[in-house]
Every structure is written in structure tokens, then in C-alpha cells.
């Protein structure tokens, strides 16, 4: 009996050891995640942006309005009418970060449209897309955000106007992301971040990279703000590799390309 007792000890012992371990680690990856994204991500307090578009209008022979206008693959020619559109990529970004906070967080994250959150400004977000989202317009407005600004259709910086980052020629078949995070000056204790990219496989690329590569963004920016540039292959988000990459404005204007 003694030796039977004693078996049960030591695995209850070391079962309790490991639930410790594994305890001590959960805290160690929460520690790390909002070192990255922020206290209000773990409180449900992080909203997912996305950008609502507007159908374009369209009329038939006679002149008259046409609302369905929307086709979808398979249907065998059925059309659809929508208020309000949401592009893919951006869909496919909202997967890729939502299931991040689920897993490292144990929490939830609260998706809104730009529309929707208007001019708040008193909340953590990543907004998704570049110029077509109010809410990444409002980051790059912000005097928190020493790093870019948006000229001419190029990214460039704000120390000296030179460019950073412009399109890719279609020929090369390749997408530019940026990841880009400030403390608002109105609110120094929130967390604003954006996705978005030339195009869309940028911008939900850009989203893969933080939701899949935030260890990386952690071991060099630590709560920093911070500035990250992906290079991605049209349509593979996975393939998404950082090209240029700062936390200050003078780590930035090392790589400007122009």
C-alpha cells in the first residue's frame, strides 16, 4: 500500500507541477501578446476595422436604376442587390486576426465598420485597408504617427518626403503591406494598428503576418510603436515577408528608397 501511495503522490505531485508550468507559460504568452497589441485586447476592448464601399450605380437601356447588379460564382446567372460592399481581402484579414486574439487571449474582439465607429477616437483598433478606411486616415492623421504619410499614391516619410514604398508594377505579380502602430496622442494608453496594402492581397497579407508573425514584431519593438513593410505574391498571404521594418523615425529613414 505504502508504494502504491506513494505512486499516487508523485503523479498527483507532478501533475501539479505541470498545471503550474502551464499556468506560468499561458501568463508568459499573454504577457508577450500585449506587449504587441495592447491591455484592451485581452479585456474584449479591440475593434477589427473594416471599410464599407459603396456599389457602383448602374442603369439599364431605358435609363432606369438597376440595384442587382451582383453576381455570385455558380449561381447560373442570378443577380443580387447590396447596400454596401466589403471586399475580400478584408474578410479574409478579419480571419486571420480574430482567430489570433481567440488563441493567445482566450477573448474576443469586436468588429465594426469605419462607418460605424465615425469619429470615435477613444478605443484600440486595427483598421483594415489603406486610404479607403476612415479609421487608418484617422492613424495617419494622428501627431502620434511620426513615421508616413500617404503622397501621390506613395508612402512616404515624414521626416523628409522621401519615399518608402511605391506600387509594384503588375507585371511582377507581387503586393506591398504596411503594419503600422501609434499611441494616439488623444489617448496614450490605447493601441491603434493598420493592415493595408496596394492592393488587396497587401493588406490581408499584411494581416497574416501580424496575426502569424507578432513574436517576431514583440522581440524588436517590444510596446513600441512601430512600422513594418511586407513583401506578398498575389494570392498567397502566407507568402508575406518583411521588407522594411523601424521603430523610430530614424531606423525608417535609413531604408527610404527615393
Known sequence: ????????????????????????????????????????????????????????????????????IFSKPGNGGGLFSISEAVSVCEVRAVTYLAESVASNTRSWVALRSAKELGSKLDLSYISLGLMSNDKTVDLLRNDGNLFVAFKDDRIVSKLSGRT??????????????????????????????????????????????????????????????????VQVEDGRDESANDIINAGTVEELEKQARG
Not at 506560468?24 to 479591440?46: H, Q, T
Open 1 to 68: 500500500m505504502t508504494d502504491v501511495t506513494g505512486g499516487i503522490g508523485t503523479g498527483l505531485a507532478t501533475r501539479g507541477v505541470w498545471e503550474i508550468s502551464k499556468a506560468a507559460l499561458k501568463k508568459l504568452l499573454s504577457w508577450r501578446y500585449r506587449r504587441v497589441f495592447g491591455e484592451d485586447v485581452f479585456e474584449g476592448n479591440m475593434h477589427l476595422v473594416y471599410a464599407l464601399l459603396n456599389p457602383p450605380k448602374a442603369v439599364n437601356t431605358a435609363g432606369e436604376p438597376v440595384k442587382h
Open 164 to 229: 518608402i514604398i511605391a506600387p509594384a508594377p503588375e507585371s511582377q505579380k507581387i503586393d506591398y503591406g504596411m503594419i503600422l502602430k501609434i499611441h494616439p496622442t488623444s489617448a496614450r494608453e490605447r493601441n491603434w494598428i493598420c493592415c493595408g496594402g496596394y492592393g488587396e492581397w497587401g493588406t490581408s497579407g499584411a494581416a497574416w503576418y501580424l496575426a502569424r508573425r507578432w513574436r517576431d514584431i514583440r522581440k524588436k519593438f517590444g510596446n513600441r510603436p512601430f512600422i513594418v513593410f
